[in-house]
């Protein structure tokens, strides 16, 4: 499981979005760091959400 760096940003709905750092994307949510039996390593918080119930988005190639 990676960390992706987000910058700073605005939504298209005029939300700023703050810098922060996320799991790498890869479709299984299974190892998100917000799912019951992973630990986020930032927080410390411990995950809640159901694995089963979380919608995986497709994931977004970004060319560099």
Avoid: E
Wanted: charged share 25%; net charge positive; glycine share 8%.
């Amino acid at each position: 499981m990676g960390i992706v760096h987000v910058r700073p940003h605005i939504r298209r709905d005029g939300t700023y979005v703050p810098a922060h750092v996320r799991s790498s994307p890869d479709r299984n949510a299974l190892n998100n760091w917000s799912t019951i039996g992973n630990v986020n390593p930032f927080t410390g918080k411990p995950g809640r959400k159901n694995p089963l119930q979380i919608k995986v988005r497709r994931v977004r190639r970004v060319r560099r």
